[in-house]
């Protein structure tokens, strides 16, 4: 295995998420990734880059690709969630999410949020969490936004250590 800080270091295709996708086929709503456009095997190699969770939301329906950090925020969604519909696999959180990600189709344009709450259900419950994120169009060829890339970072230990601090004065 290469060293990150050796020049011209390949990734090596060994985690969960490359190999769900090395396996996808033209039976899968994805495709075989071979046929993907270039703009989504772009944007899907900077996703598999990113040590942050981050998530592609690709085409009209917004179907769901994602790394390896985000498994742990899907829990038993994965690996059934990667390629569906975001609006089935974040179903509890689809009405404030959705239109976030219209608007970035809509306008063209990325934005970013700080300590942001969303409503997650987790192992059975449903789960008050806080995320830094960002998110950017993906344009394709045509010029056309063909997606989102989204990338963050769950706060929720920050936010609460806020709340405990604002309580206690």
């Known amino acids: 295995i290469s060293e990150p800080d050796e020049p011209n270091a390949k990734v090596q295709a060994s985690d969960a998420v490359e190999k769900l996708v090395a396996d996808l086929d033209g039976s899968h709503p994805l495709g075989d990734a071979a046929g ?33 950090a985000t498994i742990p925020l899907l829990g038993d969604k994965h690996p059934q969630a990667f390629g569906l519909p975001a609006g089935e696999v974040w179903s509890e959180t689809w009405p404030r999410l959705e239109p976030l990600l ?53 706060t929720s230990g920050i936010v609460a250590n806020q709340k405990w601090l604002t309580s206690e004065r």
């Open 102 to 154: 219209r608007r970035v189709v809509e306008t063209g344009r990325g934005f970013s949020r700080t300590n942001d709450r969303f409503s997650l259900d987790s192992k059975g419950r449903r789960v008050e969490s806080y995320f830094n994120y960002a998110f950017v169009p993906i344009i394709d060829d045509d010029g056309v936004v063909a997606g989102v890339l989204g990338q963050g970072r769950e």
């Open 36 to 68: 993907w456009p270039d703009a989504l095997r772009f944007a899907f190699r900077m996703c598999l880059g990113s040590d942050a969770l981050a998530a592609i939301y690709w085409g009209p329906e917004y179907r769901l690709l994602y790394n390896n």
